[in-house]
T-cell receptor
Framework: NAGVTQTPKFQVLKTGQSMTLQCAQD?????MSWYRQDPGMGLRLIHY???????DQGEVPNGYNVSRSTTEDFPLRLLSAAPSQTSVYFC??????????????FGSGTRLTVV | AQSVTQLDSHVSVSEGTPVLLRCNYS??????LFWYVQHPNKGLQLLLK??????LVKGINGFEAEFKKSETSFHLTKPSAHMSDAAEYFC?????????????FGKGTKLSVIP
């Protein structure tokens, strides 16, 4: 099925552990991004990428790393998890170009709890 | 800084009555505006989008929104609420220029529908 696939859907980590949240899309979208959602805060941008080999920071990048080695994949790494990173994480993608009509596709989210 | 403000964190309506969810954005040339809906424990679904065509935008499930540049508003309305409309709604803006693929989310409005 075409779309954005996030794995895992749920994860519990202990403080200090590391893990990678996976995001893959099969729509050949150049732009990919990671958001975190916290109650009463909406979604805040963590990192984004406009193509393979190109990444940049968003509003809340601290504690997270990303890389973009292929167009399809955009993993988010937590090197040393902290309770403040307990959140729901969404990956989103869209194609670049002159069309400003949106076209963002969101994954179904990863619910992460850090204890 | 780019921003979007959802004026109500929680709105409660009776089934069959009108819905009004309010959103204001910081003024900028040619913003693109979106409304997304998130049902409990689900991902984000695009309701509608404004991209400088008609100022009255019709979306899915009977929702519509009107872009008012003079008021920098993009309020979401529906004539008659249904129980299935109970969800959280996000007003989202994307500005032209540098970083134009980044979305800025409002903090969300939780809509409750009373039978």
């Amino acid at each position: 099925n075409a779309g954005v696939t996030q794995t895992p859907k749920f994860q519990v980590l202990k403080t200090g552990q590391s893990m990678t949240l996976q995001c893959a899309q099969d729509m050949n979208h150049e732009y990919m991004s990671w958001y975190r959602q916290d109650p009463g805060m909406g979604l805040r941008l963590i990192h984004y990428s406009v193509g393979a080999g190109i990444t940049d920071q968003g509003e809340v990048p601290n504690g997270y790393n990303v890389s973009r080695s292929t167009t399809e994949d955009f993993p988010l790494r937590l090197l040393s998890a902290a309770p403040s990173q307990t959140s729901v994480y969404f990956c989103a993608s869209r194609g670049l170009g002159t069309d400003l009509s949106g076209g963002y596709t969101f994954g179904s989210g990863t619910r992460l709890t850090v204890v | 800084a780019q921003s979007v403000t959802q004026l109500d964190s929680h709105v409660s309506v009776s089934e069959g009555t009108p819905v009004l969810l309010r959103c204001n954005y910081s003024s900028s040339y040619s913003p693109s505006l979106f409304w997304y809906v998130q049902h409990p424990n689900k991902g984000l679904q695009l309701l509608l989008k404004y991209t400088s065509a008609a100022t009255l935008v019709k979306g899915i499930n009977g929702f519509e929104a009107e872009f008012k540049k003079s008021e920098t508003s993009f309020h979401l309305t529906k004539p008659s609420a249904h129980m299935s409309d109970a969800a959280e709604y996000f007003c989202v803006v994307r500005y032209s220029g540098a970083g134009s693929y980044q979305l800025t989310f409002g903090k969300g409005t939780k809509l409750s529908v009373i039978p």
